[in-house]
Structures are given as C-alpha cells and as structure tokens.
C-alpha cells in the first residue's frame, strides 16, 4: 500500500495546481488513502505495466535519494532491471520483486552511478535459486577509457575480477546453475540496435552523446506498450525525438537547471530542450529522475521551461514511486 499511496500523492503533488489546495485538504486526502482496503502488497500494481523507481537520485551523498534504477513490472511480475546505482539493491528487496524473475539488466553507461550496485545483484548466485541464463546488456565501451559491459563484468567476476566469491558466473553454463551473459550494444554511431527479443518484451538501443562517457538509450515494448529509458544525454546527436516516438513514457535524467552552461551543458540538456524532445517524440508522459542539488527546489522553474514546448504530464521522480502505463 504504500507504494500506492505514494504514487497517489506525487501525482497530487505534480499537478500545476497543487500548490493552490489547503494543506488540510491533502493531508485528509492522504488519510483516507492509507486507511482505505488497496492491499498491503509491495507491487506497483496486480495488473498491467508499471515502473517502479528504485533511484531517482543523481549519485550525490548528500541528496537524500538512491543512484538510478528502474524496475519494469507487467502483472505483477519483474521483467527487467534498467541501471544498478547505488542503494537500489536495497529497493529491489523491498520492492518484493524476484530475481529469478529478471530477464534483462540493461545499462545506460558503464559508470559508477549506473553500475555500483552490480555486484549486490550478482551475489544472488549464493543465495538465490535462479537457475537460467541472466542477460546483462550495456555500452560497448565505443573509443573511450570507460569499460565495455563484457570488462565491467570481467572486472566484478571473472577469473581475476575483484570478487573471487562471484568467479564463475561468466564461464560457460553448466546445468541448474545461475550464469551471466554479457551483450554489449555500440555507443557510437546513429544506427538503432535490435537483437533482444523474447516473447515477454523486444528491446532496442541507440547511442546518445554524454559528453566523452558512452552512453545508450534503450526503449522496452511490451503489450502494445513502450517506455523509453534515455538517461543522461546532452542532445547534440538529436536522436531521441525519433527514437521516442510515440512513447507511453519517456524517462530522461533532470540533472541540471535551465540556467547552466559549460561543462554542464556538455552531458545534460537543459529542461527546455528534454520539453522539445518530449514534444517531438509526441511522447505520452515524461519523468524526470537523475535529480541532483542541482534542480531539487527549482522544480517550478523547470516545469515553465519544460511546458514551454511540451504539454503532457511531467513528472518529478521519487525512490519508491510506482508509475502505471
């Protein structure tokens, strides 16, 4: 329930009007909300396609929020996992999702804020019962430093990774027994890529520009559905516009405010531009997470830059909210 409860009263809190209504009246509101019969489970919801926002923070100690991650729910069941920031194994287990259940991991980027929490996950291998095939997906590391998701996970669990306890998992499969697949997807380049197909959900990916990190988009469709995860990007590519087109929802990270420049404006897009994709991807919702120090306070703001071009729902992200399609 409170996870319900929870999406209820952000949606409140996010509607243009909601500064106008006495605080009284929400807070009776939020009252009956709890009291009242909804269940006491921890799903975003029995029925249908929901995602549930394990982090919405932007990798800051001191903002009171997980790093990124997202879990993709269709009745009741976890399909996949996008990002593994910081503290969002945590929410996995109060979420009341199973990891047996994951088809996917994908990776935005092979950087700290997405990945930290990798190797919490893969230690499922000592207490978990999954007993299939995990699939991992993520930048191919392009030209950069920066790791492909087939080094990032020799590095967490090969023969010489950092985790001698997590040896094993990458080598070939042997029967009842948990083992991970790597798949890297190219960072480089304006070609979409779609070879991840199931018969629960397709995926597709295209790069975005980060600055020098390498950095992917992916779009999930399922149930006539599709959510599309574009994460940090600055825009300069102008490939999200057509990538999100038509989208249920399409999830950006809202980590700078209208007001930067330099350095900033290299990895972000400026909440006007994410409100001119959005329109241009005629997408249905857009919500913002990655929120840093930086934009928390300045919601207000953002939203008059965002509304300039965009006139669908825009949704500040929380930890622990629940956002149904």
Known sequence: MRSTVMRLSARLINLPSFNKWPAAIFLILLTVLSSSTFGESRHCGET??????????????????RSPSFLIWRDNRALALVDAGAGSSVAFDQSGAK????????????SAKQT??????????HTGDRKTWLTILGPDGGESSYPSTEDLLQRIAGPNG???????????????????RAVPVPSLGNRIWAKFRRASFKLSAVAVNHGEIPA?????????????????????????????????????????????????????????????????????????????????????????????????PVLFGNDEECWGL
């Open 48 to 65: 249908g396609i929901w995602v549930e926002i394990l982090g919405a923070g932007g990798g800051e100690l001191n903002d009171n929020q």
């Open 216 to 312: 992917i988009a992916w779009r999930v469709e399922l149930a006539g559905q599709s959510i599309v995860f574009a994460g940090a990007f600055n825009n300069d590519k102008d490939v999200i516009r057509d990538f999100a087109k038509n989208a249920d929802a399409l999830i950006v990270e809202h980590s700078i405010p209208e007001v930067s420049r330099g350095r900033l404006r290299e990895l972000y897009a400026l909440p006007s531009e994410l409100g001119k994709v959005a329109s241009q991807a005629d997408a249905r919702m857009l919500i913002l997470v990655g929120r840093t120090n930086r934009t928390r306070g300045r919601e207000s703001l953002s939203r008059q830059a965002i509304e300039k071009n965009y006139d669908g």
């Open 162 to 180: 950092v985790y001698p306890s997590l040896s094993g998992l990458l080598s070939e499969r042997k029967l009842n027994q948990f083992k991970v």
């Open 99 to 110: 990891f047996e259940d994951l088809e996917a991991i994908l990776l935005t980027q092979n």
């Open 116 to 125: 930290s929490d990798l190797p919490a996950y893969l230690t499922f291998k």
